[in-house]
């Protein structure tokens, strides 16, 4: 079982950036794939980005894209996720999510979660 640690949450005015981490331990991370989710207060948990195992491809929701930017380092077993752009809809608790088997951009019950970091986006 791999355990997940965000970070880098935080209160951003709109326009602004924050870079997101998400650090694993327990299992080798280069064998899950990687993705974001973020769920807004009332609403339910949607997918944000997602990363393949060695990083090679990169996926986005429509939403973000162009303005997020998803990576991978594997030998510090860390998944970011760079947001610029900010708008005050980006607010939400964002969790990064892990899977052995799956590109994680659906919240699947098999997926591994951390705890979330909220992000902030003031206008």
């Known amino acids: 079982q791999v355990q997940l640690v965000e970070s880098g949450g935080g209160l951003v005015q709109a326009g602004g950036s924050l870079r997101l981490s998400c650090t694993a331990s327990?299992?080798?991370?280069?064998?899950?794939?990687m993705g974001w989710f973020r769920q807004a207060t009332g609403k339910e948990r949607e997918y944000v980005a997602a990363?393949?195992?060695?990083?090679?491809?990169?996926f986005y929701a429509d939403s973000v894209r162009g303005r997020f930017t998803i990576s991978r380092d594997n030998a510090k077993n860390t998944v970011y996720l760079q947001m610029d752009s900010l708008k005050p809809e980006d607010t939400a608790v964002y969790y990064c999510a892990a899977n052995p088997d799956f590109l994680p951009t659906v919240p699947r019950r098999d997926n591994y979660w951390g705890q979330g970091t909220q992000v902030t986006v003031s206008s």
């Open positions: 327990g299992r080798t991370f280069s064998n899950y794939a």
């Open positions: 990363i393949v195992k060695n990083g090679g491809k990169t």
